[in-house]
């Protein structure tokens, strides 16, 4: 089975641009999780949807959301870019996203540096 | 709310020797504690993980860790460091009610030859 693929690899915008960064989860898995990774804030959780709904979402503000498709995959939006939204952006995707422990398969990450 | 700590932000370790990470949490329910590695430019890929079975887990890569309730505690170790093995390294708890991960600050690992 593909791994989560996570596009694109690397990306560099300006302040006050917006970003779509796009995830595709593992074939079969229905929820997917984004992290957001700095070297000051480690990694911090975004949101998660399961069937195109969010249903869990860390504490950022409205500038980030997200979305999910029919078929699993699931994009991020900033916009109004910062220069402190430079960061790793992990997705993650698991079967059911169930509360049992249920382990989450990363993507490689989308690179954003905001200049 | 949940949280790991991780004690040492840096560990160097000779090739062949013992790997000691840990990692301390706090959760207010049982939690679901996990271990990811990280490579350079690379994703995290899961080590282990205890999800209230046996507590003492093991991992891919001869790695291991063990669930101790008492002191609230989920250490890694690895008995023969290898080369291969620098990367940095996360814990990471989750719950029944709060189903993201959260993560410890990282810990590095280098090895020397």
């Known amino acids: 089975k593909a791994g989560v693929t996570q596009t694109p690899r690397y990306l560099i915008k300006t302040r006050g641009q917006q970003v779509t960064l796009s995830c595709s989860p593992i074939?079969?898995?229905?929820?997917v999780s984004w992290y957001q990774q700095t070297p000051g804030q480690g990694l911090q959780f975004l949101f998660e949807?399961?069937?195109?709904?969010?249903?869990n979402k860390g504490n950022f503000p409205g500038r980030f959301s997200g979305r999910q498709f029919s078929n699993s995959r699931s994009e991020m939006n900033v916009s109004t870019l910062e220069l402190g939204d430079s960061a790793l952006y992990l997705c993650?995707?698991?079967?059911?996203?169930?509360?049992?422990?249920?382990?989450?398969?990363f993507g490689p990450g989308t690179r954003l540096l905001v200049l | 709310a949940q949280s790991v700590t991780q004690l040492g932000s840096h560990v160097s370790v000779s090739e062949g020797a013992l790997v000691l990470l840990r990692c301390n949490y706090s959760?207010?329910?049982?939690?679901?504690l996990f271990w990811y590695v990280q490579y350079p430019n690379q994703g995290l890929q899961l080590l282990l993980k205890y999800t209230s079975a046996a507590t003492l887990v093991k991992g891919i890569n001869g790695f291991e860790a063990e669930f101790k309730k008492s002191e609230t505690s989920f250490h890694l170790t690895k008995p023969s460091a290898h080369m291969s093995d620098a990367a940095e390294y996360f814990c990471?708890?989750?719950?029944?009610?709060?189903?993201?991960?959260?993560f410890g600050a990282g810990t590095t690992v280098t090895v020397r030859a």
């Open positions: 949807y399961f069937s195109e709904t969010q249903r």
């Open positions: 990471a708890v989750s719950s029944f009610n709060d189903y993201k991960l959260s």
């Open positions: 074939s079969g898995h229905r929820s």
């Open positions: 959760s207010s329910v049982p939690p679901y």
């Open positions: 993650a995707s698991s079967p059911q996203g169930s509360r049992q422990g249920e382990t989450q398969y």
